[in-house]
């Protein structure tokens, strides 16, 4: 065991003993090396800490998915910094909020986004704004070619953080979510062994890398086993039905396996190779379950977690998996249903989903009081997911309590856009559901009421209602459809029944 609780160090310690290991294979044709991971991240450490960054600081990285962009939080890793990805999708009033409330120390952007990213800058803090392109290019990495690839990996505590991830919440407010490096660690751990990598696996890298699942989830299990991993961008099933048969391993959201299943050039041919296929981010239906199965002869793992938490539960690598669950809890996580009032519930019961362990972060940056909300007296953490677990431990996710809607594997939160869509003139309400859709499982369709009192600007169009929503939200937060209505539906209480809205309206996007 290591001295060093650096989630790099740790990585670095399951590295091949021949550092000219291949680490990654791009869509490309680029190969890279672990000794040339190790040595580019080095330089980049060295880059953040020669414009001022300290251990504990904050580095906002918003760019496209690269080579260098993984190598950058390789390097955050090293220096003892926080890597705070954000979604390149993010409009300029977004970013406001992301860069004003993390405080960061630098930020990297695309070069394009500078002038974006400099007129949302907090008064003080930034030290220095740097580029970084899809293809690699930009000030860090030209930067970094001239430092120093000699470098310490900064002593961390388990508990210091290591990453700050934003998950907007129902006040419409984001919310920073500390995960330390023990957090990161010891789930990536648990997921190395029950998902029996080793260093012969390659895995299918499609997914991006802002959140969890693409990079903490898969870039964790490959780093902690030494294997390799086939780089790509971003999803395409020709690609991917191309790239699969030199790959082992394949994490995707759903929508990846719909798609490939709409390839008629997809089959058993091209998973000859394969050992496992491992969806989550958003429920797998049941008939995708099914029909994957049928046509390849593999069984989809589907698996449960989130961004607080990282990864919660899993069908088993050898056993069972059940089609419509999320499988057990993880050996090292304690999970529990109880009713509104926190009374156990027993199995087969529906109820509120809470978890314990390792891996559930500590805290929301900023905001000890939604965190002390948020977590039990005696430490689990509420998730607001409706569960029912049955006799033998397994888990369905049947509803979420906060109303979240999963668009392509994205979380997408109400209430940040209705603030947007109430703002408008013309509009009295408004209420946001989910509804069925092919290729993204959940769409976001907008209801609202007119506001059509004399002082109003007149009632806004369903198109413009959209064309606002574009100016203030990342592109997956806008409506694809929306409905105006005389009133909403609400209970005794006053509150809209969004259940019922989802009836209403649940035609297919």
Not at 63 to 74: A, G, P, Q, R
Not at 82 to 100: D, I, K, M, Q, S
Not at 239 to 266: E, H, I, K, Q, S
Not at 328 to 354: F, M, T, Y
Request: charged share 20%.
């Amino acid at each position: 065991m290591i001295d060093n609780a650096n989630l790099y160090a740790h990585y670095r310690q399951k590295f091949p003993a021949n550092p000219a290991t291949l680490l990654l294979l791009t869509a490309e044709g680029r190969e890279v090396t672990y000794a040339q991971a190790e040595a580019a991240s080095a330089r980049i450490a060295n880059t953040l800490l020669q414009h001022g960054a300290v251990a504990g600081d904050r580095v906002t990285v918003q760019v496209e998915k690269s080579v260098e962009n993984l190598f950058l939080y390789l390097a955050c890793l090293r220096a003892g910094l926080v890597y705070h990805p954000l979604n390149t999708a993010y409009t300029a009033a977004e970013l406001a909020y992301f860069l004003g409330n993390a405080e960061p120390t630098i930020v990297i952007c695309a070069s394009d986004a500078i002038s974006t990213i400099e007129s949302v800058l907090p008064e003080q803090g930034v030290k220095a704004v740097l580029s970084l392109d899809a293809d690699g290019s930009g000030s860090l990495m030209a930067q970094a070619a001239s430092a120093s690839a000699a470098t310490e990996v900064a002593q961390c505590a388990g508990s210091d953080m290591a990453a700050l991830l934003y998950s907007s919440g129902t006040t419409g407010r984001p919310k920073g979510i500390m995960l330390s490096h023990d957090n990161l660690r010891t789930n990536a751990e648990t997921l190395v062994t029950l998902w029996g990598f080793t260093a012969s696996d390659r895995l299918l890298h499609m997914l991006p890398i802002y959140h969890v699942h693409g990079l903490f989830v898969a870039v964790s299990c490959v780093l902690l086993s030494g294997a390799s991993m086939a780089w790509h961008s971003g999803y395409n099933d020709k690609a991917a039905v191309a790239a699969l048969p030199d790959c082992t391993v394949m994490m995707g959201v759903p929508t990846y396996y719909t798609r490939l299943l709409g390839n008629p050039d997809f089959g058993p041919d091209c998973c000859a190779n394969m050992r496992l296929f491992i969806s989550g981010s958003a429920p797998l239906l049941a008939e995708t379950f099914v029909e994957f199965k049928a046509r390849t002869g593999h069984t989809i793992l589907e698996r449960y977690g989130m961004s607080e938490t990282g990864m919660n539960t899993s069908n088993p690598l050898h056993g069972e998996r059940r089609a419509g669950t999320v499988g057990k809890a993880l050996p090292d996580v304690s999970v529990r249903i109880v009713d509104d009032d926190g009374a156990l519930l027993a199995h087969g019961e529906i109820g509120n989903l809470q978890v314990k362990g390792p891996n559930v972060f500590s805290g929301y940056w900023h905001m000890p009081e939604k965190t002390a909300e948020d977590f039990t007296a005696d430490g689990f953490f509420n998730t607001g997911d409706k569960a029912v677990i049955d006799e033998d431990g397994y888990i369905s996710i049947v509803g979420r309590a906060k109303d979240l809607v999963i668009c392509g594997g994205l979380n997408v939160y109400p209430k940040e856009i209705e603030l947007v869509i109430d703002d408008m003139p013309g509009v009295m309400e408004s209420a946001v559901i989910g509804v069925p859709h092919a290729d993204f499982g959940e769409a976001v369709v907008a209801v609202i009421v007119a506001d059509n009192t004399a002082s109003t600007q007149g009632v806004p169009t369903a198109d413009a209602v959209i064309a606002h929503c574009r100016t203030q939200l990342a592109n997956f937060k806008v409506p694809k459809r929306v409905e105006i209505v005389d009133a909403l539906p609400r209970n005794a209480m006053g509150k809209v029944q969004k259940n019922v809205l989802r009836e209403r309206f649940a035609r297919s996007v």
